[in-house]
């Protein structure tokens, strides 16, 4: 396949990488957090099922969370046969079963969501998952 003249191929480590910044939200400094988890990413269309200010108490939250921010793509690695990848349009924490991830300059996050969706893509992690 032919790429248009102003693209430029690259691999995914080299245009992705993925946000490592944890939090324990039992001892952070906010009382609430917008959290999302597995459960709250629809499959194959990447439609967060949660509403922009729906909070959860960080002393309902068990475990330690990744912390994303608007512009990251949420990739759901535990499963990837479900196909879970969002695009986050806020700040928040999410499941240490999902992947943050960070495009570079060079990279639109929106091409990368549905880069990570597409059918090749879902069809080899599902393959790398077994």
């Given at each position: 396949?032919?790429?248009?003249?102003?693209?430029?191929?690259?691999?995914?480590?080299?245009?992705?990488?993925?946000?490592?910044?944890?939090?324990?939200?039992?001892?952070?400094?906010?009382?609430?957090?917008?959290?999302?988890?597995?459960?709250?990413?629809?499959?194959?269309?990447?439609?967060?099922?949660?509403?922009?200010?729906?909070?959860?108490?960080?002393?309902?939250?068990?475990?330690?969370?990744?912390?994303?921010?608007?512009?990251?793509?949420?990739?759901?690695?535990?499963?990837?046969?479900?196909n879970?990848?969002?695009?986050?349009?806020?700040?928040?924490?999410?499941?240490?079963?999902?992947?943050?991830?960070?495009?570079?300059?060079?990279?639109?996050?929106?091409?990368?969501?549905?880069?990570?969706r597409?059918?090749?893509?879902?069809?080899?992690a599902?393959?790398?998952?077994?």
């Amino acid at each position: 396949m032919r790429l248009p003249a102003t693209w430029e191929e690259a691999r995914l480590g080299n245009v992705l990488s993925r946000v490592e910044t944890k939090v324990n939200p039992q001892t952070s400094q906010a009382n609430s957090h917008f959290y999302v988890g597995l459960e709250h990413i629809e499959s194959h269309t990447g439609r967060l099922l949660r509403k922009a200010e729906d909070v959860t108490e960080g002393s309902d939250i068990l475990s330690i969370k990744t912390v994303f921010s608007a512009g990251d793509i949420l990739y759901g690695k535990l499963r990837p046969n479900l196909n879970k990848v969002h695009l986050a349009t806020q700040d928040g924490i999410c499941s240490t079963d999902i992947w943050a991830l960070r495009a570079s300059e060079e990279l639109l996050p929106d091409f990368a969501i549905r880069y990570l969706r597409s059918p090749a893509i879902y069809a080899r992690a599902a393959q790398l998952a077994v």
